[in-house]
């Protein structure tokens, strides 16, 4: 059995495409996952499975998310292994993440079509890209004098053209955690 997490895009955001953590969880058991569990409510998953092919996984939770939900969403998915050797990698090791500069890890699942442009950023627009591997982007969200925070999600989906999804580097250390 191998341990592996899977992040759901748009699940739970901004008021659109709600689902209980209970219920997506009780979907994943559905689909003959086993030790499923979920981590807040933006469509973390954990499990285990006795496939090895990712792809075949992908494509499958994909499938039965879209039976069991009535609609699409894409599935990221990393195996805890992948995860761990992200963290240990410590892509955030020569910044500084504070309240004003949060870390983020933005995942991929197909080779993009344009890659951004890596190390890059924008202070005006409150962002920072740093570092680009094989199927994740690793980047900081800047306080904008107004307030908010810089957006490079949307940057980056507009440079990429495939879909993303993006999660704060916390819930990631977190996950590995678990």
């Known amino acids: 059995m191998i341990d592996y997490v899977a ?3 748009g699940i739970n955001v901004g008021g659109h495409r709600l689902i209980k953590m209970d219920e997506l969880a009780r979907i994943f058991e559905s689909f003959g996952h086993t030790k ?3 981590f807040i409510a933006s469509g973390n998953i954990l499990f285990s499975s006795s496939e090895k092919r990712e792809a075949t996984i992908t494509k499958q939770v994909e499938s039965d998310l879209e039976k069991a939900l009535g609609y699409h969403v894409d599935v990221f998915l990393r195996s805890i292994n992948q995860l761990q050797t992200m963290v240990d990698s410590k892509p ?3 910044v500084k993440v504070s309240p004003d500069a ?3 890890v933005t ?3 197909a080779k993009p079509a344009a890659l951004p442009d890596v190390p890059s950023g924008s202070p005006a627009k409150g962002y920072r890209l740093l ?3 094989k199927r994740e982007l690793y980047s900081l969200s800047l306080r904008l004098p107004n307030g908010r925070s810089g957006d490079s999600v ?3 989906e507009r440079i990429v053209r495939i879909p993303t999804t993006t999660r704060n580097w916390n819930t990631i250390t977190k996950l590995v955690g678990l």
């Open 36 to 38: 499923v569990r979920t």
């Open 92 to 94: 955030f090791a020569r």
């Open 102 to 104: 949060k870390a983020y």
């Open 7 to 9: 992040f759901l895009r």
């Open 131 to 133: 570092r680009l591997d």
């Open 107 to 109: 995942f991929f699942n």
């Open 154 to 156: 949307t940057l980056v």
